[in-house]
């Protein structure tokens, strides 16, 4: 058991994220009390049975009212909204913090919701997996995973150590960036590699239907992992992308030269650039193995893969 952090919690959005930080919470006796809401009145049901949290509050202003911590998890498109919606009923003295993929957009929406003297530490913890819902949290889903802030104007050197503590609490390293870098490498790390994920089981979809063969049928291991990164939220996702436009539309434009390239060295049969970029690609696998940020069958795949043979179903 590690030390409390804070007193009383809310966290805002129950699922894969809100609940995972419940579960944390608890697990490491982190918090005295933690109260969930979700927009969804469905959510809320699952999550009161789940029990992952103290208490499942029926409205925004009720969850937040005696909360030192305040957690938006919700889809970076609803943020502002949620933040308008708890803006007169937070504590004097409240830590408001988010977990969202993006971060310039969302900070711009939270700070006109938010009043002045609220503290806001935007943050985003690098974890996760396909699924969504409030059945897909688990407490150590943030072990050994980076964590995110990019402190504003609006963020108090006291509330980013709390919530650096926390983060450091739940397992996670913490890195502290501003918004506009996290943007930008999210757009290359986490963005893009979804939208090549999206649109190629879309393109392999659309062959099927064109060919009226059997194509995904006879995938292996390549393309099912596309199709287990292309199955992630699509609410969550359409988000990011509305959300962190700029970036990803500069990161596709390289993206796309880069492809350029490629297609130029198979057109003309550069075997010797082919193979310089791949032994190239294959060294930048075996360092992140190496320095222990992956293992060569992340724990999330093999829950992902228990779960397609009949375990629990953990998508909402
Ligand atoms: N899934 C990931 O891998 C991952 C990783 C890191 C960060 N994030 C971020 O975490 C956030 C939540 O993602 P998730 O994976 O938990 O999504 P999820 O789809 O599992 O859950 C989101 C929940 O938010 C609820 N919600 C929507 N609007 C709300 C509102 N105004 N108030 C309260 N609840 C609301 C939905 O009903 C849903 O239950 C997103 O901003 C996402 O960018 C996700
Ligand atoms: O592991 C996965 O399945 C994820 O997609 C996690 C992932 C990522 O792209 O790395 C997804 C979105 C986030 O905001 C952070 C982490």
Redesign the pocket.
């Known amino acids: 058991m590690s030390q409390k952090i804070f007193e009383n919690v809310a966290i805002?959005?129950?699922?894969?994220?809100?609940?995972?930080l419940a579960h944390g919470l608890r697990d490491k006796g982190l918090a005295s009390r933690v109260v969930g809401?979700?927009?969804?009145e469905d959510?809320r049901a699952r999550a009161e049975k789940l029990a992952f949290c103290d208490e499942i509050a029926a409205t925004?202003e009720d969850s937040v009212k005696d909360a030192d911590l305040v957690v938006l998890?919700?889809?970076?498109g609803?943020?502002g909204?949620?933040a308008k919606?708890i803006a007169g009923a937070l504590k004097p003295g409240v830590i408001v913090t988010?977990?969202?993929?993006?971060k310039s957009a969302v900070i711009t929406k939270v700070e006109a919701a938010l009043p002045e003297e609220i503290a806001f530490v935007p943050g985003?913890?690098?974890?996760?997996?396909?699924?969504?819902?409030?059945e897909?949290g688990f407490g150590s889903l943030f072990e050994g995973r980076w964590a995110i802030l990019t402190p504003s104007d609006r963020t108090t050197d006291a509330a980013l150590q709390k919530i650096s503590d926390l983060w450091h609490a739940l397992g996670s390293d913490v890195e502290t960036m501003t918004p506009e870098h996290h943007d930008l490498v999210l757009a290359t790390t986490s963005h893009l590699p979804h939208l090549i994920a999206f649109n190629i089981v879309g393109t392999a979809a659309d062959m099927e239907e064109v060919t009226r063969s059997e194509v995904i049928k006879f995938s292996a291991g390549g393309f099912r992992d596309f199709t287990r990164i292309a199955a992630?939220?699509p609410?969550?996702w359409r988000?990011?992308f509305l959300n962190n436009k700029e970036a990803v539309l500069e990161m596709l434009g390289r993206f796309s030269e880069d492809l350029a390239a490629v297609q130029r060295m198979i057109r003309w049969e550069d075997g010797d650039a082919l193979q310089d970029l791949f032994t190239r690609t294959r060294a930048i696998r075996r360092g992140i193995i190496e320095a222990g940020q992956e293992t060569e069958a992340p724990d999330f795949g093999r829950r992902a893969a228990q779960s397609e043979k009949g375990g629990a179903k953990s998508e909402?």
Do not use: K, N, Q, R
């Open positions: 805002l959005g129950l699922g894969l994220i809100g609940s995972s809401y979700d927009a969804s959510v925004p998890s919700m889809p970076v609803a943020t909204e949620a919606s988010d977990v969202g993929g993006v985003h913890p690098i974890a996760g997996t396909e699924h969504s819902g409030p897909a992630s939220d609410v969550m988000d990011i909402s």
